[in-house]
C-alpha cells in the first residue's frame, strides 16, 4: 500500500494568513493526488483533485501543486470558514489511501 | 442535485454483521461508481471499495480480508455495504462516496459524500 503523511499535524493560523501544508507519498503517485477538507460531524468535502485542479464550487483561495511524491496546498488568504481538518488522499493504485490530516485551527 | 442519503447509526455487538444502505438521488444512477470509506474515532479515512453501480462489479480493500461485501439495488437507486465479523475496531463512521468520473473512466475521488452511519461495535 501507498502510505501518505502530511505535515504539520496542526497549525494555529489568522484569517488572512497564507497557509502552506505538505503531503509526502512513499512512492510516486504521479500527479493523482488529491484534498479533501473536513470540519466536525461533517463528510469530507472534496477541493482539488488530480494535485492543482480545483473543484467547482471551490473558492481560488485553495490551490495545489507538486508531483510524484511530494504535494502541496495553499490557502493564499485564511477565512474564518477554513478553519477545518484537511486530508490528502491517492488515487494512483489501490487500495486508496488517505493522510492522517493537517487540523488548522485559529490563533 | 446530488443526494446521498445514508441509514442511520448501528450499536453491534462483536462477531455480528451490519449493513449499511445509501440512497442516491439527482443523478444516473447506474452511470457511477460508489465507493465506502470510513473513519474511526480520531482515525484518517480508509478506504474500503467500490461498486460500478451499473453492472454491479466490485473491487474490496485487501484490508478488510473479505468480511466486506458491497451490492446494488438499482431500482431502488440503493448501495448497501455490509461488514460481517465485527470487532471493536470496526467502531467508525461509514460513508458512501460517489466516484467523480462516470463508469467510462474511474476517477477514483469523490465529489459526493453520504453523511456518514456511525456504527459501534461494542459487548
Known amino acids: 500500500d501507498i502510505q501518505m503523511t502530511q505535515s504539520p499535524s496542526s497549525l494555529s493560523a489568522s484569517v488572512g494568513d497564507r497557509v502552506t501544508i505538505t503531503c509526502r507519498a512513499s512512492q510516486s503517485v504521479n500527479n493523482y493526488l488529491n484534498w479533501y477538507q473536513q470540519k466536525p460531524g461533517k463528510a469530507p468535502k472534496l477541493l482539488i483533485y488530480v494535485a492543482s485542479n480545483l473543484q467547482s464550487g471551490v473558492p481560488s483561495r485553495f490551490s495545489g501543486s507538486g508531483s510524484g511524491t511530494d504535494f502541496t496546498l495553499t490557502i493564499s488568504s485564511l477565512q474564518p470558514e477554513d478553519f477545518a481538518t484537511y486530508f490528502c488522499?491517492?488515487?494512483?493504485?489501490?487500495?486508496?489511501?488517505f493522510g492522517p490530516g493537517t487540523k488548522v485551527d485559529i490563533k | 442535485q446530488v443526494q446521498l442519503e445514508q441509514s442511520g447509526a448501528e450499536v453491534k455487538k462483536p462477531g455480528a454483521s451490519v449493513k449499511v444502505s445509501c440512497k442516491a438521488s439527482?443523478?444516473?444512477?447506474?452511470?457511477?461508481?460508489m465507493h465506502w470509506v470510513r473513519q474511526a474515532p480520531g482515525q484518517r479515512l480508509e478506504w474500503m471499495g467500490w461498486i460500478n453501480a451499473g453492472n454491479g462489479r466490485t473491487k474490496y480493500s485487501q484490508n478488510f480480508q473479505g468480511r466486506v461485501t458491497i451490492t446494488r439495488d438499482t431500482s431502488a437507486t440503493t448501495v448497501y455495504m455490509e461488514v460481517s465479523s465485527l470487532r471493536s475496531e470496526d467502531t467508525a463512521v461509514y460513508y458512501c462516496a460517489r466516484d467523480w468520473s462516470d463508469i467510462s473512466g474511474y476517477s477514483y475521488y469523490f465529489n459526493y459524500w453520504g453523511q456518514g452511519t456511525l456504527v459501534t461495535v461494542s459487548s
Open positions: 439527482g443523478y444516473s444512477f447506474s452511470n457511477y461508481a
Open positions: 488522499q491517492q488515487s494512483y493504485s489501490s487500495p486508496i489511501t
